[in-house]
């Protein structure tokens, strides 16, 4: 049975990637984006659908999952992201970046999961994949306090992931949080794998995960990081 896999931020870095290799690989792949009208790459690869989705808009959350009322959704992976301000650019006087950090990456994420459950609902996979980063671990925060936003959204995701996967327990939905490595992209030029091989060995990842996984975190390759 062919799968449906939906990606936030698909339209480049990590995201593109999944889209990529997850439509060669036959899947169904809804991709989402702020700007698929503009989305050179998406539209070459022509996923499986295209979807317009700000991650801040509600009214595009909602407009998504009514879309998507009939389908199933195997994987629903929150991908999209941002680094936010660094901790000297930061004004205290102006919380709004930091607002946006926790929008984005933290609330956005719980919204998609509760706007699509029926949708995961229906599937036998039912899972949900936090793109979260080692940047959010609490345990390995053993530097001078930078990366203040993006850190914190990240930590707060991984709160958010695990009070939803108890929640959702019973349900058997699967909900983890998911390092996907030092990746290349605009947000790290200076990553050190590509994202060819980091979306290679999620899905490996992915592919191996089952109902006890749940309220995990882990990175791409499978491993436990500590939270
Ligand atoms: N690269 C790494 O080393 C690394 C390490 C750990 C974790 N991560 C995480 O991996 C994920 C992907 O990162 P990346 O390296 O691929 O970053 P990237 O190349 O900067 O891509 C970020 C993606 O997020 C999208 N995005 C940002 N704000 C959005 C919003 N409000 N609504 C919808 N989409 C939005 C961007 O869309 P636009 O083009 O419209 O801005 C873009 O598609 C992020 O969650 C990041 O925190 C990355």
Not at 106 to 122: G, V
Not at 179 to 191: D, I, R, S
């Amino acid at each position: 049975m062919t799968k449906t896999v939906l990606i936030t931020g698909g339209n480049r870095g990590i995201g593109l990637e999944m889209v990529r290799q997850y439509s060669a690989l036959g899947y169904r792949v809804i991709a989402c984006c702020r700007n698929p009208q503009s989305a050179k790459e998406l539209l070459q690869i022509a996923p499986y659908a295209l979807l317009e989705l700000d991650v801040m808009k509600l009214e595009h959350i909602e407009r998504i999952a009514d879309q998507l009322k009939h389908e199933t959704i195997d994987i629903l992976i929150n991908n999209a992201g941002i680094t936010g301000p660094p901790n000297e650019e930061f004004n205290w006087k102006n919380p709004a970046p930091w607002l946006e950090g926790l929008h984005v990456m933290t609330l956005a994420p719980y919204i998609m999961a509760q706007a699509l459950q029926l949708q995961l609902e229906k599937s036998s996979s039912k899972l949900v994949v936090n793109i979260s980063s080692v940047y959010g671990s609490i345990a390995l925060n053993q530097g001078k306090g930078d990366y203040l936003i993006y850190r914190s959204s990240k930590a707060a995701l991984n709160a958010t992931t695990k009070c939803l996967a108890n929640h959702w327990k019973e349900k058997g939905i699967v909900v983890l949080a998911l390092h996907p490595g030092f990746v290349k992209t605009e947000m790290n030029p200076y990553g050190k794998i590509s994202v060819s091989t980091s979306v290679k060995e999620i899905r490996k990842t992915l592919s191996l995960v089952t109902k006890k996984d749940t309220g995990t975190f882990i990175d791409y390759l499978g491993n436990p990081i500590p939270w």
